[in-house]
Nanobody
Framework: QVQLVESGGGLVQAGGSLRLSCAASGLTFTTYIMGWFRQAPGNEREFVAA????????YYTDSVQGRFTISRDNAKNTVYLQMDSLKPEDTAVYYC?????????????????WGQGTQVTVSS
């Protein structure tokens, strides 16, 4: 049974940092791209970042480029999202997702597995 478990969310002031983690189990981690998505109240789930199986390629949505960094540790079956210079508009539930493909993409419905989400709240 595949499980993705996020952690690291919380409340932070604008300009602060958080590091999200997502621990995966029940899958061959290195055959999956990993992505982070977020969903704010009243909004659709949106793509944030994704990383290829070996970490050799990453992709970010424009609004987080230069502020967020996605990385993975295949030995620990874990993907991370380092979030710096946080803004109130980054407030959302953040989800990690896994897709068994070698090609990075941003399409939520094509990701096979999802975590339960972790809340990130940025105060102004």
């Amino acid at each position: 049974q595949v499980q993705l478990v996020e952690s690291g969310g919380g409340l932070v002031q604008a300009g602060g940092s958080l590091r999200l983690s997502c621990a995966a189990s029940g899958l061959t981690f290195t055959t999956y791209i990993m992505g982070w998505f977020r969903q704010a109240p009243g909004n659709e789930r949106e793509f944030v970042a994704a990383i290829r199986w070996n970490g050799g390629r990453t992709y970010y949505t424009d609004s987080v480029q230069g502020r967020f960094t996605i990385s993975r540790d295949n030995a620990k079956n874990t993907v991370y999202l380092q979030m710096d210079s946080l803004k109130p508009e980054d407030t959302a539930v953040y989800y990690c997702a896994a897709d068994r493909t070698s090609i990075i993409h941003t399409i939520a419905r094509e990701y096979n597995y999802w975590g339960q989400g972790t809340q990130v709240t940025v105060s102004s």
